[in-house]
């Protein structure tokens, strides 16, 4: 293990993936850990946020990490994925050489190390900057001529279905639907709950803009949306000031985003209290064992009723249980099994001919269209050819996928014994994390020895991923 005494984290939110958005506070947590976990000081964090920027371009903290580099005060970099550092592929281009000329080629990802000091690290990361920027390059061309131009004048889009609060027009207010915004936003701002406050709207009989009964991540994602505070947003990001009538004030629209996007606050998602939720299933009816507990103490049931399909029969308490695979999954690390089963030659080379594929293909795409724009293909023969091309990149992106789902396990391989001293410290998304690096899931067996003290390990089956 290097030691490094003078590390930059760095850290962006960009709404751009609603998928898997992270707060900036997590990926700061998670790069910190990581830094703990090698034994590195962090000399300085780095944040930049895409989504006051009003711009949406400007990436002061990015700029001011580099000056940093290049005057030679950061020996490492810690990113929480590769995307949050660039977005186009020039970007890392110029990353790379100032890491080059400061001697800086340790650049962490918690998906992964680019050693950018060596071959195969810099064609990963080119390989990551190239997918992302792809993806939104394509998108941008597709919207260009006619999107852009709408958005950036504030103008509502048009298709697609009506925004809550808004009549089909996009502009004109839906008098009940702005009342029902108002209370929302004014109830969550007072501090209630959104699961209270859904519980408010169903008991009033408020349904979404399309009917549905509301949720709380429906009620959070419709709360922060900046148009309702007169914002005209493209691809997330705000473009321009809107032409239709705010429904709540700019100051409010802030104030909300504040309160929902505190990862503290942990509203959206119940606080995480269970390590091995969603990996335990019940041996009776195979059904995926929920958080349950039982007058205060922590447990994992199989649960029945409306949406949930097990079959009630199963019940562990979760202390022991958690310990226990806790333990299992640290030895495991340590075995020379997993050592054995780890990523062979065959498959790296494997990976690497993918992500040759992906790249042709991705550079056939870009060809295709401007062969399209120029007008040389139809319409119907570009389509065609790049719905071809587009579902081969995503089997070979899967695949991708699956190939390099070890890495995960390789950061921690041979480190049971050293998680093990540091495990109580790691925060809980973290130690599930290890443990799912191994585990696929875990089948709980019914009681045999009644009334025994503790756990009883027969009715623990771990099925290990490698
Ligand atoms: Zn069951």
Same mark, same amino acid.
């Given at each position: 293990?290097?030691?490094?005494?003078?590390?930059?984290?760095?850290?962006?939110?960009?709404?751009?993936?609603?998928?898997?958005?992270?707060?900036?506070?997590?990926?700061?947590?998670?790069?910190?850990?990581?830094?703990?976990?090698?034994?590195?000081?962090?000399?300085?964090?780095?944040?930049?946020?895409?989504?006051?920027?009003?711009?949406?371009?400007?990436?002061?903290?990015?700029?001011?990490?580099?000056?940093?580099?290049?005057?030679?005060?950061?020996?490492?970099?810690?990113?929480?994925?590769?995307?949050?550092?660039?977005?186009?592929?020039?970007?890392?281009?110029?990353?790379?050489?100032?890491?080059?000329?400061?001697?800086?080629?340790?650049?962490?990802?918690?998906?992964?190390?680019?050693?950018?000091?060596?071959?195969?690290?810099?064609?990963?990361?080119?390989?990551?900057?190239?997918?992302?920027?792809?993806?939104?390059?394509?998108?941008?061309?597709?919207?260009?001529?006619?999107?852009?131009?709408?958005?950036?004048?504030?103008?509502?889009?048009?298709?697609?279905?009506?925004?809550?609060?808004?009549?089909?027009?996009?502009?004109?207010?839906?008098?009940?639907?702005?009342?029902?915004?108002?209370?929302?936003?004014?109830?969550?701002?007072?501090?209630?709950?959104?699961?209270?406050?859904?519980?408010?709207?169903?008991?009033?009989?408020?349904?979404?803009?399309?009917?549905?009964?509301?949720?709380?991540?429906?009620?959070?994602?419709?709360?922060?949306?900046?148009?309702?505070?007169?914002?005209?947003?493209?691809?997330?990001?705000?473009?321009?000031?809107?032409?239709?009538?705010?429904?709540?004030?700019?100051?409010?629209?802030?104030?909300?985003?504040?309160?929902?996007?505190?990862?503290?606050?942990?509203?959206?998602?119940?606080?995480?209290?269970?390590?091995?939720?969603?990996?335990?299933?019940?041996?009776?009816?195979?059904?995926?064992?929920?958080?349950?507990?039982?007058?205060?103490?922590?447990?994992?049931?199989?649960?029945?009723?409306?949406?949930?399909?097990?079959?009630?029969?199963?019940?562990?308490?979760?202390?022991?249980?958690?310990?226990?695979?806790?333990?299992?999954?640290?030895?495991?690390?340590?075995?020379?099994?997993?050592?054995?089963?780890?990523?062979?030659?065959?498959?790296?080379?494997?990976?690497?001919?993918?992500? $040759? =594929? /992906?790249?042709?293909?991705?550079? *056939?795409? +870009?060809? @295709?269209?401007?062969? !399209?724009?120029?007008?040389?293909? #139809?319409?119907?023969?570009?389509?065609?050819?790049?719905?071809?091309?587009?579902?081969?990149?995503?089997?070979?992106?899967?695949?991708?996928?699956?190939?390099?789902?070890? $890495? =995960? /396990?390789?950061?921690?391989?041979? *480190?049971? +014994?050293? @998680?093990?001293?540091? !495990?109580?410290?790691?925060?809980? #998304?973290?130690?599930?994390?290890?443990?799912?690096?191994?585990?696929?899931?875990?089948?709980?067996?019914?009681?045999?020895?009644?009334?025994?003290?503790?756990?009883?390990?027969?009715?623990?089956?771990?099925?290990?991923?490698?």
């Amino acid at each position: 293990m290097t030691l490094r005494g003078a590390v930059a984290l760095y850290a962006r939110i960009s709404q751009d993936r609603s998928g898997d958005e992270l707060a900036v506070t997590r990926q700061l947590e998670d790069c910190r850990a990581e830094a703990e976990r090698r034994g590195w000081t962090v000399a300085d964090e780095y944040v930049d946020d895409d989504v006051s920027a009003y711009s949406g371009k400007a990436r002061p903290a990015y700029e001011r990490m580099l000056r940093d580099i290049e005057d030679g005060l950061r020996d490492a970099v810690i990113v929480w994925h590769m995307d949050r550092l660039h977005r186009r592929p020039i970007e890392l281009e110029q990353f790379v050489a100032t890491c080059t000329r400061a001697n800086v080629s340790d650049v962490v990802t918690l998906h992964g190390d680019y050693d950018l000091g060596k071959g195969d690290g810099l064609f990963m990361a080119r390989l990551m900057a190239a997918m992302a920027a792809n993806e939104s390059d394509s998108k941008r061309r597709r919207l260009k001529r006619k999107a852009v131009e709408t958005a950036e004048a504030g103008k509502p889009k048009s298709g697609g279905p009506r925004p809550y609060g808004f009549r089909s027009d996009f502009v004109t207010h839906e008098p009940a639907e702005v009342a029902y915004f108002h209370e929302a936003a004014e109830r969550v701002l007072a501090g209630e709950s959104l699961q209270s406050v859904v519980r408010w709207l169903d008991a009033s009989g408020a349904h979404t803009a399309k009917g549905n009964q509301w949720t709380p991540s429906k009620l959070r994602a419709l709360l922060l949306a900046p148009r309702y505070w007169g914002m005209r947003t493209h691809h997330g990001q705000i473009v321009a000031k809107a032409t239709w009538e705010p429904i709540i004030t700019p100051e409010q629209g802030e104030r909300l985003r504040l309160l929902l996007t505190d990862p503290s606050r942990g509203t959206h998602r119940a606080p995480r209290r269970y390590l091995l939720s969603g990996l335990l299933k019940c041996s009776k009816c195979g059904g995926t064992l929920y958080s349950a507990p039982k007058s205060g103490v922590r447990g994992y049931a199989c649960m029945k009723g409306a949406e949930l399909r097990g079959c009630g029969g199963t019940y562990i308490y979760a202390a022991k249980l958690e310990a226990f695979i806790a333990h299992a999954v640290l030895i495991r690390l340590d075995s020379p099994h997993l050592v054995d089963a780890m990523v062979s030659t065959a498959e790296r080379s494997e990976v690497a001919a993918i992500g $040759d =594929a /992906i790249v042709a293909d991705t550079a *056939q795409m +870009e060809d @295709l269209m401007k062969l !399209w724009a120029d007008r040389a293909m #139809s319409t119907e023969e570009w389509k065609l050819a790049r719905d071809r091309l587009e579902a081969r990149v995503q089997a070979n992106r899967r695949t991708l996928t699956r190939l390099t789902e070890h $890495d =995960a /396990i390789e950061n921690y391989l041979g *480190q049971g +014994e050293a @998680l093990r001293e540091q !495990w109580e410290g790691l925060n809980l #998304s973290r130690q599930a994390a290890i443990v799912k690096a191994v585990l696929d899931h875990i089948v709980i067996l019914p009681v045999v020895h009644r009334g025994r003290a503790g756990l009883d390990p027969e009715r623990v089956a771990p099925q290990w991923r490698l």
